[in-house]
């Protein structure tokens, strides 16, 4: 029956420290899972037509574009990825601009 224990108890400590471990794990995954590079918005996409997405924000010829808007200077651009709250799953330009602009605070 002393045997036994030893390797019971062995059985026991590995199974806590494997769960104490999966948490670390399972982070490290999704963290790099999140890190991958956003596809740059399409020109096609649904949302940017909708919203009169144009690249170059010194091309654009809609009447509710103000001088000196663009990506770059918007509450929904995050600079760091290019990623843009209203176009999730993609990245866009700094130099770009669409009708939901709203100038950062």
């Known amino acids: 029956m002393n045997s036994q224990n030893p390797s019971r108890r062995r059985f026991l400590i590995q199974a806590v420290v494997a769960a104490a471990a999966i948490p670390f794990v399972a982070s490290g995954v999704i963290g790099t899972a999140q890190a991958q590079a956003l596809k740059p918005l399409p020109a096609?996409?649904?949302?940017?037509?909708?919203?009169k997405f144009i690249?170059?924000?010194t091309?654009?010829?809609?009447?509710?574009?103000?001088?000196?808007?663009n990506c770059g200077n918007c509450q929904f651009f995050t600079a760091a990825t290019?990623?843009?709250t209203l176009f999730p799953g993609f990245s866009v330009p700094a130099a770009a601009w669409c009708s939901a602009w709203a100038k950062k605070a």
């Open 55 to 57: 690249a170059d924000a």
């Open 59 to 69: 091309k654009t010829k809609e009447a509710n574009f103000k001088p000196g808007s």
């Open 82 to 84: 290019g990623a843009c």
């Open 44 to 51: 096609d996409n649904a949302q940017a037509v909708a919203l």
